[in-house]
């Protein structure tokens, strides 16, 4: 199996928990990783280059650390970019059968995304799930790492999910 990590983090210079999954991510043979905030630090997407991304992937990743309880901006730009590009181009389908998963990083433990302040994590994440499912992906339960720091990461997990 392909798997495309679609990465962003609006503080990219300064991350410490994404550096090291995704530095773990990249020993892995079928991973791709695509971080958009270093190859549209100018915020201008190359729609065809991502298409093509898409197209080898059997798996999509969106990866991200969760930042006012959404994704980075470059990431959401993304999605309106690309995905609308599909959905209304040429290849509606693109999307068809691959699978989607959302692998995220918070500072909170998970208790605090369990609900009871008005929204869990799998509520939080939705819009961007029912887009891929919308377009036609099996959509896989989404990843937290709560509490994340360097000292405690979940490497062999996060592996596993890659896979």
Known sequence: MHTLIIFSHTFWADSKVNK????????????VIHNLSTTYENAKIDIESE????????????????????TPSIMKEWQDRVLSKILYGANAKMLQGKKFQIITTLGG??????????????????????????MGCEVLESYGVFSANTEHLPLQEYLALLQ
């Not at 090291?20 to 991973?31: E, G, K």
């Open 51 to 70: 298409l093509k991304l898409l197209e080898k992937a059997d798996k999509i990743i969106f990866q991200f650390p969760l930042f006012w309880f959404s």
């Open 109 to 134: 433990n998970k208790e605090s995304y369990d609900g009871h302040h008005g929204y869990s994590l799998e509520s939080l994440l939705s819009p961007i799930t029912s887009s891929f499912a919308y």
């Open 20 to 31: 090291a999954l995704l530095q773990q991510a990249s020993t892995l043979q079928n991973v």
